[in-house]
């Protein structure tokens, strides 16, 4: 579940404590989280609703000023049921502190494991040192750029960043991506292993 800057701000200053979406299917469930920019999100209930449920009260907690405008915003996303999803601020985001964990060596050897398990599940072949690689030798350049050298659609991309970024060896930048010192520390292993 993707939400605006707009939204995490609201999030972040108390004034946002739920969300709205279309979905065949929820992509979030209650007694999860939710790792954003802000921090992580617990995810408090996740409910199929009806439109006629939605108060003025609920879009405002969804940083809406009217249910209407809730309503043309719910209107512009594909979905099959409408869900209200209750969350609050849990605390810091645990990737950000993963990233500057250097792994031991027995870390490494599982880290390195997972990543060629990544490799071998993808349709596309082998990418992870790619990306990795490219990521240290181009930091803080456009995501596109990168794209287009790699040979994939931006969005596509982006989610194999996003991906390693889960397991803390990329950190977003305002602009493009930077390897976080365990990344570094990761793609040295990968090198070496080569």
Do not use: H
């Given at each position: 579940m993707l939400l605006r800057n707009v939204t995490l701000k609201g999030i972040q200053n108390g004034s946002i404590t739920q969300a709205f979406r279309r979905w065949k299917r929820?992509?979030?469930?209650?007694g999860g989280t939710l790792n954003t920019r802000i921090g992580q999100l617990a995810i408090l209930a996740v409910d199929a609703i009806g439109p006629e449920e939605i108060t003025e009260n609920d879009a405002?907690?969804?940083?809406?000023?009217?249910?209407?405008?809730?309503?043309?915003?719910?209107?512009?996303?594909?979905?099959?049921?409408?869900?209200?999803?209750?969350?609050?601020?849990?605390?810091?985001d645990p990737r950000i502190a993963l990233r500057e964990e250097i792994p031991t060596k027995e870390e490494l050897q599982k880290i390195i494991l997972k990543l060629n398990r990544m490799d071998s599940r993808s349709s596309t072949g082998p990418w992870i040192r790619a990306v990795l690689k490219m990521?240290?030798?181009?930091?803080?350049?456009?995501?596109?750029?990168?794209?287009?050298?790699?040979?994939?659609?931006?969005l596509e991309f982006k989610a194999r960043v996003r991906r390693l970024k889960t397991i803390g060896l990329t950190e977003s930048l305002p602009v493009g991506y930077r390897l976080s010192p365990r990344g570094r520390?990761?793609?040295?292993?990968?090198?070496n292993s080569e």
């Open positions: 929820p992509t979030v469930k209650a405002a907690a969804a940083g809406y000023p009217t249910v209407g405008m809730l309503m043309e915003e719910l209107a512009k996303r594909d979905g099959e049921a409408l869900y209200r999803i209750r969350f609050e601020l849990a605390g810091p990521v240290r030798a181009r930091p803080a350049e456009r995501a596109g750029n990168l794209a287009d050298d790699f040979g994939l659609e931006k520390s990761v793609l040295d292993a990968l090198q």
